[in-house]
Structures are given as C-alpha cells and as structure tokens.
C-alpha cells in the first residue's frame, strides 16, 4: 500500500515537473516568436530605413524642411507634398513643440511614414542660435545631451541629425563638411547618428524663398549635370517651413514640385533612403 502511494505522488511530481516544462518551454517560445515577429516587422517592405535598390537612371531628390513645428508653415508644406503625392523629410526642434497643436502637428509627421520622415533638429536649435558657444568643445555634452532630448521628447524615429546652422555630413566615421574635426560631430558619429547636410538650398530673405521656381530649377539641374552633389544621382534640398506660410510663396513651392515632376528621372524620398543612410548600397 505505501510502495503504491509512493508511486502516486511520484507520478504526480513528474507530471507537475512535465507541465512546468512544458509551461517554460511555451512562454520561451513565445518569447522567440514575438523576437521573429519583431525582426519581420522591422525588414517589411516600408519600414522606417529599409533600404530601396537605386536606379542609376534616375535622379533622387530628398527635400528636407528645417525648424518644426512652425504653425502654418509646418502644416502648409506637409498638405503641399500630400497634394503633389511626395515624400518629404521634417527636421524638427524640441523647443518649438509648445502646446497641443504643435504636439499634434509632430505626432501627424511621425505618424505619417512613409510619406513624411520626422528626423532630429534639436532641442533648442543650437541653444537658441548661438551657434559659437554650441559648437565649442567645452559644450560638447551638453550640445550631444541637447540632441538626445530632442530625441526622446519628440519620439524621433530614426538616428538622423542634422546640425543647426551648419552644412556637415557624417555617417559610420567619414565626416565632411564645416565641422569634420568639431568634437561634437564626431561624438555623434560614434554613436551611430548619421549628419546630413545639404546640396541645395531655397534660401530665406525675412520669412519669404529669396529665390525663383526658375533660379531652383536651374540650380538644381545644373548641380545634376554637373554632379555637384555628395552623392551620385542625389541632392538634399534644404528649406524652412516658414517660408511658404503665405499663399503666393505657398503657390511657388506647388510650382517648384510640379515642375520637377515633369521630368520622368526625378523620384522624391525621405532621408532615411540616402545613400549614406543606407551604407551606401
């Protein structure tokens, strides 16, 4: 009787110890399940970064508008390039987001990928302008701190900065530009950021474009035919929300895309498929 009941609760533990196991088993199965489902996800066609295969007969053009959210500028630009059907990158300031419908208009730009790209501008846009004293190497902390605050304020998505008042290009330890040797640049390097610049820009005279749809799409053909831009069959064109906030500068910046649409070899991406983003490859 007591060889019996010994068997019992014998077979009783093995069967606890069994469903234990197997409980294990089940939840570190679904761990990897969820880790497969998570790098699935991240490689799906559309995700934030995935590379795009370049067609060496096309001309890439990336624009990329500074200084977000600036109320109706931000808005205007973004309903402009919806219009046209363009991509388009925002880099946008920390400092700038004050209020609900400025939070609004940054959460409708992260939100809106793969149409528009949110990317990394500054907390205080290089504490506010003095661009000498952020650039010091006796600020470099706390222009990098100046960064990742922007970063997790504003939930920017990708590792992509670009500097405040300054063309510099950095990705994976080849830095070009005004600040190659500025502390601060190689720091973000080091990090992983990748510093984009600019090949064009559609300049500010007050808070109007200074130059013509005519005077860009000159330049910009011409930087083309020249292959004066830091990539191959690319070019960055910088300009502010602001610029466009009235309905004749509004109307220029609809012509400059409708124009540059005309031509069969432009394709428009966001910033996160340039070449140097991408490793390029």
Not at 175 to 184: F, R, T
């Given at each position: ?20 196991l197997a409980s294990c088993n089940s939840g570190e199965e679904k761990k990897a399940a969820a880790a497969d489902s998570a790098k699935a996800a991240a490689a799906a066609p559309g995700a934030i970064g995935t590379p795009i295969k370049y067609d060496s007969s096309k001309r890439y053009i990336f624009l990329t508008w500074d200084d977000s959210p600036q109320p109706p500028g931000t808005t205007i630009c973004k309903g402009i390039f919806h219009e046209a059907g363009v991509k388009a990158t925002f880099f946008s300031v920390g400092f700038n987001q004050v209020g609900p ?181």
């Amino acid at each position: 009787m007591m060889n019996a009941m010994n068997l019992i609760k014998r077979s009783g533990i093995a069967a606890l110890a069994v469903a234990a196991l197997a409980s294990c088993n089940s939840g570190e199965e679904k761990k990897a399940a969820a880790a497969d489902s998570a790098k699935a996800a991240a490689a799906a066609p559309g995700a934030i970064g995935t590379p795009i295969k370049y067609d060496s007969s096309k001309r890439y053009i990336f624009l990329t508008w500074d200084d977000s959210p600036q109320p109706p500028g931000t808005t205007i630009c973004k309903g402009i390039f919806h219009e046209a059907g363009v991509k388009a990158t925002f880099f946008s300031v920390g400092f700038n987001q004050v209020g609900p419908l400025k939070k609004r208009i940054i959460d409708s730009l992260r939100s809106a990928y793969p149409e528009f790209l949110l990317a990394n501008h500054s907390f205080s846009h290089g504490f506010r302008n003095q661009y000498g004293k952020f650039y010091s190497p006796a600020m470099r902390d706390s222009a990098l701190n100046d960064f990742l605050k922007n970063e997790a304020l504003l939930k920017v998505p990708v590792k992509i900065i670009r500097l405040p008042g300054n063309n510099t290009w950095a990705a994976n330890g080849q830095i070009q530009g005004q600040k190659a040797s500025n502390l601060l640049v190689k720091a973000l390097d080091s990090l992983g950021y990748k510093i984009i610049g600019w090949d064009l820009e559609w300049h500010e005279r007050g808070k109007y474009p200074q130059e013509s749809v005519t005077e860009m799409i000159q330049k910009l053909n011409q930087k083309f035919d020249d292959g004066n831009t830091m990539e191959q069959n690319a070019i960055v064109i910088l300009s502010h929300d602001r610029l466009f906030e009235k309905p004749q500068y509004a109307d220029s910046l609809r012509r400059f895309i409708s124009v540059l649409k005309q031509d069969p070899r432009n394709v428009f991406e966001t910033i996160d498929h340039y070449p140097m983003v991408q490793g390029r490859k």
